[in-house]
């Protein structure tokens, strides 16, 4: 059984910055591409960013220049580096993966 695991949420002011990590339990991570999603208090679970298999990258309109996805596949482990949050970034993360898995969250919380 797979299993994502997201890790690094927390609570910060606006133009703080968090990283989020996303570990999978088995060793086949390479062969996914790994998204990261968000959603809202009260709103739809939207896209965020792409960390494809073969190293590209794509990003929401609403974080780039701000967020960085990476991924570091000797350690199953994709990575959602958060930098000059706003309070519109407030949301519960999840990591995807293109297999079909998602992870159980983690929470952002951008407050003054």
């Known amino acids: 059984q797979v299993q994502l695991a997201e890790t690094g949420g927390g609570l910060v002011q606006p133009g703080g910055s968090l990283r989020l990590s996303c570990a999978a339990s088995r060793n086949v991570f390479s062969n996914w591409d790994m998204r990261w999603y968000r959603q809202p208090p009260g709103r739809q679970r939207e896209?965020?960013?792409?960390?494809?298999?073969?190293?590209?990258?794509d990003y929401a309109d609403s974080v780039k220049g701000r967020f960085t996805i990476s991924r570091d596949n000797a350690k199953s482990t994709t990575y959602l580096q958060m930098n000059s949050l706003k309070t519109e970034d407030t949301a519960d993360y999840f990591c995807h993966s293109s297999a079909g898995f998602w992870g159980q969250g983690t929470q952002v919380s951008v407050s003054s």
């Open positions: 896209w965020v960013a792409t960390a494809y298999r073969n190293g590209n990258t």
